[in-house]
């Protein structure tokens, strides 16, 4: 007996979770296979969601309908949006959340969601057979386009329509290899087959799993659960490329033996924000605390009399680990000079006595880490749950990927999150929402979504992994993008609801919202151009402000443009201001968007003029055949390079590490007329 689906998505976690929920809920009959029904999407790490540039890839996922921004709105512990202090493409939300909470939150949501069916049992081999020749096999017929609560909907003017119209190039992107692989289905540990048209798979950290705690090691995805074997094998024998990478996980310590008073205490923002556009969630009221701590040199010294029998350092561990979140050995070693190192001691849920200590990631022997701990002022009297420990396991270089996350080598099959050498809940949801709705695409013969480098840092993040690879564990960082201005946490909205829309994931009550959001941020701009201020009126605003007085009428939009001036203050001053919003019913997210507009419109501007600019490189395509070997004016490095990753257009191809500016003008001159 075989169990027919469109299609499966492997693995529990955040991309996991988002995969699913997606590709079900625009239509696909899809089910989740997933060892433990218990831990859906777990935070098997620290249980935050967001931080530099993170913040921005959840809002950006809430913006085209995922679930995490939602999701952790509901389970929020604490809320801070980090870099306030910088210009607005730096602000960054951050969540502390209730780990139970947050996993048992995304169970209801995926076990309530129609068109999705969930497995619990280890998938350990994928099932293959060739493509037909073209024109051999009709076109498979589209599923009901169904809106975001589950009830059949009219696709909205402008989308594709499904099936019948010819695939366009990006459609076809990869295709044109007839007799290649393709997915036809999944074996699991139980014996159970599984057909289906298409596969995305997100193991996270079990394939190959390994943990290890000094001399001590154990086979496992995470502590208490076991690692997967037969997948990475399955895509060995097809050709394949593997790897090994490493990441680590710190102590976990009871809070009843912490003396708190002797901590320093890091609360939330005062007026607490939120993650989703949704007006269905809402800030957290109550937050709890998080703390300051510090080592000092005799933890340092207890840790280096560790050193020789660190895994890390005598030669066990052989993945590569994150550079930008390093084990505490790793920050002793390359930061020698330093006699301390701040550390974050932040609660693990509201009914838990368990803490995570943010930055004592270890795989040092457990009576070393014990010990250092023990030194640590207001750790004393410290009990740990459990030590720390690193774990290796299987990724496959992203370069063999599409930039709608399909695999070249085998149609119909996607891979997601830490498999592709990334490292972070969001990077991975990010990554499990694409490859949901792709692969859900293209079974309706639609256009796949392919987001650019200028419209989200979900497109830095794909295309970066595409063109360039991996040889670290992949974290997004607001430095990657070239277009921060543009990319801002807070239009996310802006830029990405309207495509939500479009594909069937956000929800007419939720499109509705976003459009009057978008009408009262336009209409505030345009009263700002509008509207004349004396300089009488704002002189004593100006002056609490230390700002310089005017010397004569301004318009209110010029006003704005002063750094500390804000909508906020301006209000108090300005009766016909504050009668404006109050008839229009203006919120504080639309005048916060209406005023980082204003002030940061040169910039704005500029990045998108560049961006234009640079699209037409992106409008240039390389045929998916043409032999790089041919052409002598490109260096041999190039030619390699191209010829491994094969980039699909002009502008991809520039993003190459080793493909140089002549090289790319070699290319314009042969496709670019």
Known sequence: MVLDYDIIVIGGGHAGCEAASAAARLGSRTLLLTMDMVKFAEMSCNPAVGGVAKGQIVREIDALGGQMGRITDLTTLQFRMLNRSKGAAMWSPRAQCDKRAFSAEWRRTLENTDNLYIWQDAAVELLFDREPEPGAEAAATAPERPSADGTPETPNPGTAAPAAAAPSAAAEEGAGQPGRLRIRGVRSRMGVEFSCRAVVLTSGTFLGGLMHCGAAHAEGGRAG????????????????????????????????????????????????????????????????????????????????????????????????????????EDKLRTFADKEQHQLFLEPEGQTTNEYYLNGFSSSLPWEVQWEALHRIEGFEQLHIYRPGYAIEYDYFPPTQLLHTLETKRVAGLYFAGQVNGTTGYEEAAAQGLMAGINAHLKLAGREPLVLQRDEAYIGVLIDDLVTKGVDEPYRMFTSRAEYRILLRQDNADMRLTPKGYEIGLISEKRYAHFLQKKSLVESLVAFARRQSVKAAEIESYLKSLNSEPLTQGRKLYEVLMRNDVTFRGLKEVLPRLRRFMEEVAMTDEAMEEAEIQIKYKGYIEREKFIAEKLHRLENIRIPADFDFFSMNSLTIEARQKLSKIRPETIGRASRIPGVSPADINVLLVKFGR
């Open 225 to 328: 659960d076991a690692a997967s074997h037969g997948i990475t094998e399955s895509l060995v024998a097809v050709g394949f490329e593997t790897g090994r990478m490493k990441t680590g996980t710190p102590a976990r310590l009871d809070a009843r033996t912490i003396d708190f008073s002797r901590l320093e205490p890091q609360p939330g923002d005062e007026k607490p924000e939120k993650f989703s556009f949704s007006p269905e969630t809402h800030p957290v009221s109550e937050q709890m605390p998080c703390y300051l701590v510090y080592t000092s040199p005799e933890v340092h010294a207890i840790l280096r009399s560790g050193f020789d029998r660190s895994p890390l350092f005598n030669g066990t561990i052989h993945g590569i680990g994150p550079r930008y979140c390093p084990s505490i």
